[in-house]
């Protein structure tokens, strides 16, 4: 058994210039509208907001591995979004990559 499972996760942070929320908001909704719709390495795009601080945003994003990440990256609708967000933004996001851990079989 593999200490990792199949699949690629990306967990971006992104902190957002105060009263820019709702713009950032509809770019990233776009962003994981069109790559659900047009990317079949994408399998899951979660666009989350944080209880404690309304200017973050965090995306879940789940890909078949680091190739679909990566093409995900070339795709019409991602440059739109990287430079429509950049000027909304506070600093440069955080962006974390993970593999599942697998889950121990009894």
């Known amino acids: ?14 902190k957002v210039r105060e009263g820019q929320r709702d713009a ?3 770019l990233a909704y776009n962003d994981a509208n069109e790559s659900l719709a047009n990317e079949s390495g994408c399998h899951q795009f979660d666009v ?4 404690e601080n309304g200017n ?3 995306f879940h994003e789940v890909y078949t591995d680091r190739a679909a990440f990566e ?3 070339t795709m019409p609708h991602y440059q739109p979004f990287k430079d429509g967000t950049a000027p909304l933004l506070e600093e440069a996001p955080k962006v974390r ?7 121990p079989q009894n």
């Open 24 to 26: 950032f908001l509809a």
């Open 56 to 58: 973050t945003v965090v």
């Open 97 to 103: 990559f993970f593999h599942p851990a697998a889950r």
């Open 48 to 51: 989350l907001v944080p209880e």
């Open 1 to 14: 058994m593999s200490a990792i499972d199949k699949g690629f996760v990306v967990l971006a942070e992104f």
């Open 71 to 73: 093409k995900h990256t």
